[in-house]
């Protein structure tokens, strides 16, 4: 029977298993790679290259704790465009802005959705001003309270 699952862009279970554990402990060593999913460190390192490769893996990140290094308000801002027939170029008129840590595109009455970490009410006064300013749009914010838990792993 074929390792394949079946779709479009489908993965083997050994190479949906390495995502799995990298999602989970992105700087686990090959070898404790190679024991969790049942392979030699070098068949490991050759699919994780191959993995890369494809951008099935985009990369491996730190998780930085917002409230240790001075920004500890969270917010997620919504933007509807003030005219409906601008472009669609909010995320290019916004990308200068460091606070902006995701920007999804959504589907309803907002175009996007921004999820923004800043120092302090007033520092997230100052950056509604700035992404209104250049993107010419109406915004809507809601700011976190607490984050019971976030980043987690996708269901591999």
């Known amino acids: 029977m074929s390792e394949r699952t079946t779709g479009p862009g489908a ?10 554990e990298l999602a989970r402990d ?4 090959f070898t404790e790679l190679a024991e969790r999913v049942g392979l030699s460190v070098s068949a490991v ?7 890369e490769q494809r951008g099935a893996l985009q990369g491996y990140t730190a998780k930085v704790d917002g409230e240790q ?11 509807t465009p003030i005219d409906p027939a601008a472009p669609d170029d909010y ?3 916004l990308q200068h802005l ?17 999820q923004v970490r800043v120092a302090s ?9 700035q992404i209104r300013e250049a993107a010419k749009v109406s915004t809507r ?12 792993p996708p269901a591999i």
Do not use: K, M, W
């Open 11 to 20: 993965l083997e279970n050994t190479d949906r298993a390495i995502l799995r």
């Open 26 to 29: 992105g700087r686990c060593s």
């Open 45 to 51: 390192h050759q699919r994780v290259r191959r993995l």
């Open 69 to 79: 290094i001075g920004l500890p308000l969270t917010a997620f801002i919504s933007l």
């Open 91 to 93: 995320p290019q008129r």
């Open 98 to 114: 460091p606070e902006i840590e995701s920007c999804y595109s959504v589907a309803g009455d907002e175009s996007y959705i921004l």
């Open 121 to 129: 009410p007033l520092g997230l006064e100052e950056l509604l001003r």
């Open 141 to 152: 914010t809601t700011v976190v309270l607490s984050t019971p838990f976030e980043n987690r």
